[in-house]
Each structure stands twice: as C-alpha cells, then as structure tokens.
C-alpha cells in the first residue's frame, strides 16, 4: 500500500509495567506519524511509553546476544512508570 510505517516498542503506562508492549506509526501526509495500537484497538497517547522505533522486532530487540553459563541462571527486569510533575 506504500504507506511509511514503524515498529514501535515500549511499555503502556500502567501502574506496574510488566512487558514491553508494541504498536504501529503509519505517516499520514496531512497529520505526520499517527500511533495505532491494534492489540488494544486504540491510539497511544500520553499512557504510551516509546522505547524504540524500527522495521520490526528485530531491529528493536529489548535484549540480544548469547549467553554461556549454566542453565540455572534467570533473568528478571522490572520498570516503573512514573508521570513528570510540570
């Protein structure tokens, strides 16, 4: 359909952000970049964290490499969202 379009990866801002979350920008000439968030069927707003932006997953993987070590290691990540007072 030739419409510019970016992967966007980032979190909504709940009270605790568990996983990163992801939606859609598609440029619209008369409007710029517009949010779409299918999986909530709505726009990101102001309750949208971006993190970052790309083609697709793999251009903004939160976390990449190998690891060499034993199996019994884990990996927990944690975020808190917290609004500007302005």
């Known amino acids: ?3 510019p379009a970016l992967y966007v990866s980032g979190y909504p ?5 568990s996983a990163t979350h992801a939606w859609t920008e598609v440029f619209m000439p008369d409007h710029g970049w517009q949010p779409i968030d299918p999986t909530h069927n709505c726009q990101p707003g102001e309750t949208y964290v971006k993190i970052a932006v790309g083609r697709d997953y793999a251009d903004v993987a939160p976390v990449r490499g190998t690891y060499k070590g034993t199996t019994k290691r884990t990996m927990e990540v944690s975020v808190r969202i917290e609004p500007l007072l302005g």
């Open 1 to 3: 359909m030739k419409i």
């Open 13 to 17: 801002a709940t009270e605790t952000a």
